[in-house]
């Protein structure tokens, strides 16, 4: 069955927010933790993000949200957070859907987003996807980001 992506409006923010609670607590598992950003980000906090950049959603055919991911657009940059998939739905397609239809969106830009190095499954879907890594991060003992980019137009002079 074909699935269709749409903006997100306000109403569906809780619903997002369920969703990226279940659909984190796979990269939690890494971690032995509950206590990552995704975890405990507030709708407060997802407000902020939704008046700021742009928030997608792919419900499925009962209109029930299964997937989602954010961007937000500075300088030329599309900063991309946030891709998740109901776990029950991996694999399936619905994250390269989402990163495809961002990259739509915001044509002939770079694309930035990161990952835990820890997360093995979404460092080789991003590369997949057409990301190369370009910098590693070590925010604490317990965790390093890898970050990816992608351009989308002729001419990019890149680092």
Do not use: C, W
């Amino acid at each position: 069955m074909e699935k269709h992506i749409y903006k997100a409006n306000f109403n569906d923010l809780q619903e997002i927010l369920q969703l990226q609670r279940l659909s984190y607590l796979s990269e939690a598992d890494l971690f032995r933790s509950k206590k990552i950003p995704p975890l405990t980000q507030t709708l407060d906090e997802l407000i902020e993000e939704y008046n700021a950049g742009v928030i997608l959603k792919l419900p499925d055919r009962n209109g029930k949200i299964i997937g989602s991911i954010r961007a937000k657009e500075t300088n030329g940059t599309v900063y991309i957070g946030k891709l998740m998939v109901h776990p029950q739905h991996r694999r399936l397609g619905y994250g390269a859907m989402l990163l495809n239809e961002i990259e739509r969106l915001h044509p002939k830009k770079r694309y930035e987003l990161f990952t835990s190095t820890r997360s093995e499954q979404n460092i080789r879907f991003y590369q997949k996807m057409g990301y190369k890594i370009f910098k590693e991060k070590t925010v604490n003992d317990e965790l390093q980001l890898v970050f990816f980019e992608k351009t989308d137009f002729d001419g990019f002079i890149g680092r």
